[in-house]
């Protein structure tokens, strides 16, 4: 699995855009991005994840440089119930977890 | 859709018992689960990875005679914690594989609180 670095902490203000950074300069090429959250005492919460291409859901977008070293996690409209730690995971099954990003969406 | 349980949510027990934790993939078959656990303040930590009808793979460190896992059915995987010490007293999360055809995706169920006294 890629070693992957993301920010100990960040914050943002309710309702603009969360953008959630991570470095996986390891990666290899058959390895998927994943980003899941954990919000306080629960089990973590998939997200998305991604390949090559940018990809979007219904609770985010994922944006993936053209190397493929690091992703942008976009949460578009950030709410207080987005406030959790988030985890960028670069690998395969079974998925390692590394410290995340605590998000603190604020008033 | 993707949705897993775990029963019990939380459970306290004496030191010595054995605790049994259960962990069901409800909409979808999974052939592929793995337990993790979790410190308070840490990062989730995977324990094992168990296939149905197989015996599972535990990670370097952790007792597969003190955590036994089985994963009798396509539903379902339980943990017992054998004689348990405070020391295993954690959040103990399972996570079962939904086979995709390009890509498989690890769905998570909320977590079991082990106290042990």
């Known amino acids: 699995d890629a070693k992957t670095t993301q920010p100990p902490s960040m914050d943002c203000a309710e309702g603009r855009a969360a953008n959630l950074p991570c470095n996986h300069s390891?990666?290899?090429?058959?390895?998927?991005v994943y980003w899941y959250r954990q919000i306080h005492s629960q089990g973590p919460q998939y997200i998305i994840h991604?390949?090559?291409n940018n990809e979007t859901n219904e609770m985010a977008s994922l944006i993936i440089t053209e190397d493929r070293k690091s992703s942008t996690l976009i949460l578009p409209h950030a709410t207080l119930r987005d406030t959790a730690v988030y985890y960028c995971?670069?690998?395969?099954?079974?998925?390692?977890f590394g410290k995340g990003t605590r998000l603190s969406v604020i008033a | 859709g993707a949705v897993v349980s775990q029963h019990p949510s939380w459970v306290i027990c004496k030191s010595g018992t054995s605790v049994k934790i259960e962990c069901r993939s409800l909409?979808?078959?999974?052939?592929?689960m793995f337990w993790y656990r979790q410190f308070p303040k840490q990062s989730l930590m995977l324990m094992a990875t168990?296939?149905?009808?197989?015996?599972?793979?535990?990670e370097q460190g952790v007792e597969k005679d003190k955590f036994l896992i089985n994963h009798a059915s396509l539903t379902l995987s339980t943990l017992t914690v054998t004689s348990a010490h405070p020391e295993d007293s954690s959040f103990y999360i399972c996570?079962?594989?939904?086979?995709?055809?390009?890509?498989?995706?690890?769905?998570f169920g909320p977590g079991t609180r082990l106290t042990v006294l």
């Open positions: 909409d979808f078959q999974a052939t592929t």
């Open positions: 390891t990666i290899s090429g058959n390895e998927y």
């Open positions: 995971i670069g690998g395969n099954t079974p998925l390692v």
């Open positions: 991604g390949l090559k």
């Open positions: 996570s079962a594989m939904d086979f995709q055809p390009h890509t498989d995706t690890q769905y």
């Open positions: 168990s296939n149905e009808g197989s015996k599972a793979t535990y």
